[in-house]
Structure formats: C-alpha cells, structure tokens
C-alpha cells in the first residue's frame, strides 16, 4: 500500500514538476551505475589493500565508475538548485537501495536479515516524506 501511494505521487509531481523528477532522475542513474561499475572494478581486484585500491581506481571499470559518480553531482547539484534538500535528500537513499539489490542479483553480494530491514526503514521513511504533505 505504501508503494502505491509513493507511486501516485510520483505521477502527480512529473505533471508540475517535470524538471524536477528528470534531474533527480538522472542523478540517480549516473550515481547507481558509476558504483556498479566501481563495484566490478573492485571485483577484478586480487586482494583487498589501499594499494590495490589505487590500482582499481585506474582500472576501465574504476575510472567509469568514478567519472559517473562525479558527473551524477552536476544534475544533482542542479536540482538542490532550484528544490528542498529537505525533500530529495531522504530519497538520494533509494540509490544505496537499488544498488544493493543489484548487487545480490547481479554480484552474488549477500543479503542478511539487517540489510532486508534496513532497506524496509528507508522505504517507510521514504513513503513517510509523501505523507508528511511535502511538496517538490
């Protein structure tokens, strides 16, 4: 019930706030990828050191990954631009989400019990934003 109600106000805002919705969106697209890739850049990894996180970092994958993250601030700094931080800043948090979940799926990362009830908090938080009569 609750990601019905997420869900119509998502909708409603894209009418009035079109702009709005594509930059969040975008950002959170460049963001979710760069640390997927950065993630598999960190998978090719032998071991697991500062050293070898250097390497990593001049890596495809690990270059990709950091300039879609960086390049993700520029509509995300758009954005706070023109809207409430106090708005899009809770559901910047879907991102972790997702990457999460991809993760599991895609990585075979593990998912343990406080990682299901954690992203389960943010979706109440995130669905508790809608509630709370905020606006865009």
Do not use: D
């Not at 609750?2 to 594509?22: D, M, Y």
């Not at 070898?52 to 270059?63: A, C, M, R, T």
């Not at 809770?90 to 992203?119: D, H, K, R, Y």
């Amino acid at each position: 019930m609750q990601f019905t109600v997420l869900a119509a106000s998502i909708k409603r805002g894209v009418g009035e706030h079109g702009t709005a919705i594509r930059l969040f969106s975008s950002a959170i697209g460049l963001l979710i990828a760069g640390q997927l890739c950065y993630r598999k850049a960190l998978l090719t990894a032998s071991q697991h050191s500062l050293n070898s996180l250097w390497q990593v970092s001049q890596s495809f994958w690990g270059i990709l990954g950091i300039g879609l993250i960086l390049l993700s601030l520029i509509p995300w700094l758009a954005l706070l631009a023109r809207r409430q931080l106090s708005f899009f800043y809770p559901l910047w948090s879907i991102a972790t989400i997702i990457v999460v979940l991809i993760n599991w799926w895609w990585f075979g990362g593990g998912m343990s019990w406080q990682t299901l009830a954690g992203i389960g908090l943010v979706f109440v938080g995130v669905s508790l934003l809608f509630r709370g009569g905020h606006s865009i």
